[in-house]
């Protein structure tokens, strides 16, 4: 009976330590979830920013070659507007690349961020389920009391006695 407990207390040891390197896997990959959020939120603000600082530099361009053209006497007609469209069909494009460059680096933080979960949890299993095979592997080699509980009880190093002999079958008791 003692043999039982004392198994039962060393596989509820193990099952304990599984469970909590399985926990602090968890509660890393946590932190990386929660610091790759806050780096691409932080990432959404300045490419928000940066895309309101260039939409205020493409108007304050614009502004500038108007009161240039009406400066020199021209009509807004013809090359000016078409100067003009110009300034502002460039200035789109550059937001949207802004845009566009800002979400690629907000998306690359989150996949880097989930690969390394990805590597946290599965080093956390494997952690754990090392821990399993090894205290299974030394308890069953280290043994109970004079046997082990995974080798057989019948070991080479028993005498069993003297082979029996064979005995063949006879005929009408004739040998």
């Given at each position: 009976?003692?043999?039982?407990?004392?198994?039962?207390?060393?596989?509820?040891?193990?099952?304990?330590?599984?469970?909590?390197?399985?926990?602090?896997?968890?509660?890393?990959?946590?932190?990386?979830?929660?610091?790759?959020?806050?780096?691409?939120?932080?990432?959404?603000?300045?490419?928000?920013?940066?895309?309101?600082?260039?939409?205020?530099?493409?108007?304050?361009?614009?502004?500038?070659?108007?009161?240039?053209?009406?400066?020199?006497?021209?009509?807004?007609?013809?090359?000016?507007?078409?100067?003009?469209?110009?300034?502002?069909?460039?200035?789109?494009?550059?937001?949207?690349n802004i845009g566009k460059n800002y979400q690629q680096s907000r998306l690359n933080i989150l996949r880097g961020g989930s690969a390394q979960i990805g590597g946290?949890?599965?080093?956390?299993?494997?952690?754990?389920?090392?821990?399993?095979?090894?205290?299974?592997?030394?308890?069953?080699?280290?043994?109970?009391?004079?046997?082990?509980?995974?080798?057989?009880?019948?070991?080479?190093?028993?005498?069993?006695?003297?082979?029996?002999?064979?005995?063949?079958?006879?005929?009408?008791?004739?040998?």
């Open positions: 009976m003692a043999v039982l407990g004392i198994t039962l207390l060393y596989a509820g040891l193990t099952a304990f330590q599984a469970t909590s390197q399985i926990k602090t896997a968890k509660s890393q990959a946590k932190a990386v979830a929660q610091t790759s959020i806050a780096k691409s939120d932080s990432l959404k603000e300045e490419g928000d920013l940066a895309v309101q600082q260039k939409a205020k530099e493409i108007k304050l361009r614009t502004a500038r070659q108007t009161a240039s053209f009406i400066t020199s006497g021209l009509t807004m007609e013809g090359t000016p507007q078409d100067v003009l469209a110009e300034t502002f069909d460039t200035g789109i494009a550059d937001i949207e946290i949890i599965d080093s956390g299993r494997n952690a754990a389920i090392g821990t399993i095979a090894n205290s299974f592997s030394s308890f069953g080699s280290r043994g109970i009391g004079s046997s082990s509980l995974f080798n057989s009880p019948l070991s080479s190093d028993i005498d069993y006695g003297a082979p029996l002999p064979i005995l063949k079958p006879t005929i009408g008791g004739l040998g």
